[in-house]
């Protein structure tokens, strides 16, 4: 049984009048540590949840990997704040809290069941009752589940292992390499402790597996991309023009404050995606004007809340094979698809090869006709970094040495899944690269097709 209601959050209603004038300056560093606590709390939680047997994800992994190189200012914070992990009379994950002031209670990301954790909002109190598991905890090796067939080939593995060196990028931290080939595992590798099943955050690569949702319910007949998102107040509301279509392919035209769009209130804040993602102002054109923003596909994945409330992420991951997936969601329920799902290497590779099979699984079409096409076509405004893009994946734009026809999902710290049709062939890497380190997908994909043509 979820827990569904949240205690209020406490206010210090009886402060010394001096204390309520803070400077910038310590408002910031106030935040900093409030933010940083969330951060902890929420991986942990998430880590340990998404593997409760602690075979692969333990509290030293992800203490390890998950919290060291990440954002400047919050990277110490995260090692000398003090966790305890809860567990409940099963011996599973219940929350994970995190101290960071001592006015306040401890940051909370509380295990939700197949949504995974949920960040409480700063403030919460701590949960009273216990998360009751129902069903298999770890689906690894059901007979359900998607077999990963191998047929290793001694060039391509070598290739996969040149990843977890520093070839392609000095600092960088490989943790997964799967290399498939026809639905065959050509070859693979692995950082100590890390095997096809071990699952991390996938970061933005969630924001493919949101633009697959959406394909998913335009299959079903419950979307278009071609309709409105819904954002704004009513159909005066000139943000009312922006269609689904332009939320994926990031050309809303809205404002966003940061580049990239970090949306830290969200991610780590305990923040709700209604409050935080939709009520942005619009800026330019809807489809003039591309800005990468979480919160163009946070609208996206609103505009088929309805949908979702009927299918959520977990039936079709499960559809899929992909048992080790869990899409994490607000405390409020609505999901955070533009970057909080935890998934293995082998969930991802199930995964690409959906798009190999031209969104068919299994001899049941689970994405329209001409899916692949759409999410792969640079048809909207365009980045200017070297990748083009298209609706929710990325593209490779011609470089040398990679068919025209490639197209990836990608995400921070080093997340990919490359998807090149012409070659029937699925790359995915896993990484945990440390801020100011990156992978060099291009030379790496580059590289590893060389051993399959």
């Known amino acids: 049984m979820i827990r569904s209601v949240l205690a209020a959050t406490a206010l210090l209603a009886t402060a010394p009048l001096a204390a309520q004038s803070v400077s910038q300056e310590d408002l910031e560093v106030r935040y900093e540590r409030a933010l940083a606590a969330g951060y902890k709390s929420l991986f942990l939680c998430g880590a340990m949840a998404s593997d409760p047997t602690g075979l692969r994800r333990n509290e030293r992994s992800v203490e390890e990997y998950e919290l060291t190189g990440i954002y400047g200012a919050l990277d110490p914070l995260v090692r000398e704040l003090e966790h305890r992990v809860e567990r409940g009379s099963d011996g599973m994950i219940d929350y994970v809290a995190t101290d960071w002031a001592d006015d306040m209670p401890p940051r909370v990301a509380e295990y939700r069941g197949v949504t995974g954790c949920a960040l409480l909002p700063i403030g919460a109190a701590l949960p009273t009752e216990e998360i009751v598991r129902a069903g298999p905890i770890d689906r690894v090796g059901d007979p359900t589940v998607a077999p990963i067939a191998e047929t290793l080939s001694p060039t391509v593995t070598a290739a996969a292992e040149k990843a977890l060196g520093a070839s392609y990028g000095e600092g960088t931290r490989t943790t997964a390499v799967l290399v498939r080939q026809g639905d065959v595992t050509r070859g693979k590798a692995f950082a100590p402790g890390f095997d096809a099943n071990s699952t991390q955050r996938t970061w933005s690569v969630a924001k493919s597996l949101a633009a697959t949702l959406v394909g998913a319910a335009v299959q079903a007949g419950a979307a278009d991309v071609s309709q409105s998102a819904g954002l704004g107040i009513d ?219």
């Open 235 to 453: 159909s005066t509301d000139p943000r009312r023009a922006i269609t689904i279509d332009d939320a994926l392919r990031m050309a809303s035209g809205r404002y966003s404050d940061t580049p990239g769009n970090r949306t830290d209130p969200l991610y780590m804040g305990g923040t709700t995606v209604a409050e935080s993602a939709l009520d942005w102002p619009l800026l330019n054109p809807p489809g003039t004007v591309y800005r990468y923003a979480n919160n163009d596909t946070l609208a996206a994945v609103m505009a088929i809340d309805s949908y979702l409330a009927e299918n959520p992420p977990v039936a079709l991951f499960e559809r899929l094979g992909m048992h080790s997936t869990a899409a994490e969601t607000d405390w409020q329920g609505d999901y955070i698809l533009s970057s909080q799902v935890w998934t293995s290497a082998a969930d991802l590779a199930r995964f690409g090869q959906l798009y190999l099979n031209d969104g068919i699984w299994r001899g049941t079409r689970v994405l329209p006709e001409g899916w692949v096409d759409y999410v792969s076509e640079p048809s909207g405004p365009q980045p200017d970094n070297g990748f083009g893009y298209g609706a929710g994946f990325w593209l490779f734009n011609d470089h040398q040495g990679i068919p025209s026809d490639a197209f990836a999902a990608m995400g921070n710290r080093g997340q990919y899944v490359v998807i090149v049709p012409s070659l029937n062939t699925v790359i995915v890497r896993r990484g945990e690269d440390p801020a100011g380190s990156r992978f060099d997908i291009v030379a790496f994909t580059r590289d590893v097709l060389e051993t399959l043509r």
